[in-house]
């Protein structure tokens, strides 16, 4: 049997109202039709996305994107100037 499938916003809902000061876990995923051990799953990739989004500076991925974008510039700057360079060759004897 295939489990039921949650949004996002739906398993954000349930998170939060298991992390409400009065609330009692087990209560919570007996409500919500949610194994505990899903809800504490859940709740951890909560936290950890939370930490992230916390974290000061630029990401990982901010970071790869921008050597990339720092490589992709170089290259162009080289083949520019070969570009440059050939316009040149073929001009020489033509004045």
């Given at each position: 049997m295939?489990?039921?499938?949650?949004t996002v916003d739906e398993k954000i809902n349930i998170v939060l109202e298991g992390?409400?000061?009065s609330a009692n876990i087990s209560?919570?995923?007996r409500q919500h039709g949610v194994a505990q051990s899903l809800y504490y799953r859940w709740r951890e990739a909560f936290l950890s996305g939370g930490r992230a989004g916390l974290q000061s500076g630029p990401s990982t991925r901010e970071q790869?994107?921008?050597?990339?974008?720092q490589e992709a510039r170089a290259?162009?700057?080289e083949l520019t100037m070969q570009v440059d360079v050939l316009r040149k060759?073929?001009?020489w004897g033509r004045k």
């Open positions: 295939l489990g039921r499938k949650w992390m409400m000061p209560e919570v995923c790869e994107l921008e050597k990339e974008l290259k162009i700057g060759k073929s001009n």
